[in-house]
């Protein structure tokens, strides 16, 4: 089993900076994806970033290229995501995820309980 916390969120105004912390618990193999979604007031969670737990290797949804960074710490078993150049779109509660193999945008299966990002402008 694997459980995720996230941590990090806040308000910030627009062009700030924000970075979100996923610390993971259980076992987590080189398999494994971890990703970060979004959802906004009203929207449909969405896909932002994903990491191969492996090789490190990111993608990103066009939303978030250029602007985000996702990274981990292997040693410390924590995904992060750095936000910068913040929108007031960006406005969402922020998931951490993961999955027992290699995907991009999904589907996940296991949660943490989110963290809220606002941005205002």
């Known amino acids: 089993q694997v459980q995720l916390v996230e941590s990090g969120g806040g308000s910030v105004q627009a062009g700030g900076s924000l970075r979100l912390s996923c610390a993971v618990s259980g076992r987590i193999f080189s398999s494994y994806t971890m990703a970060w979604l979004r959802q906004a007031p009203g929207k449909e969670r969405e896909f932002v970033a994903r990491?191969?737990?492996?090789?490190?290797?990111?993608y990103y949804a066009d939303s978030a290229r250029g602007r985000f960074t996702i990274s981990r710490d292997n040693a410390k078993n924590t995904v992060y995501l750095q936000m910068s150049s913040l929108k007031p779109e960006d406005t969402a509660v922020y998931y951490c995820?993961?999955?027992?193999?290699?995907?991009?945008?999904?589907?996940?299966?296991?949660w943490g309980q989110g963290t809220q990002v606002t941005v205002s402008s």
């Open positions: 995820a993961a999955a027992p193999q290699l995907l991009t945008t999904g589907p996940y299966e296991y």
């Open positions: 990491i191969w737990w492996s090789n490190g290797m990111p």
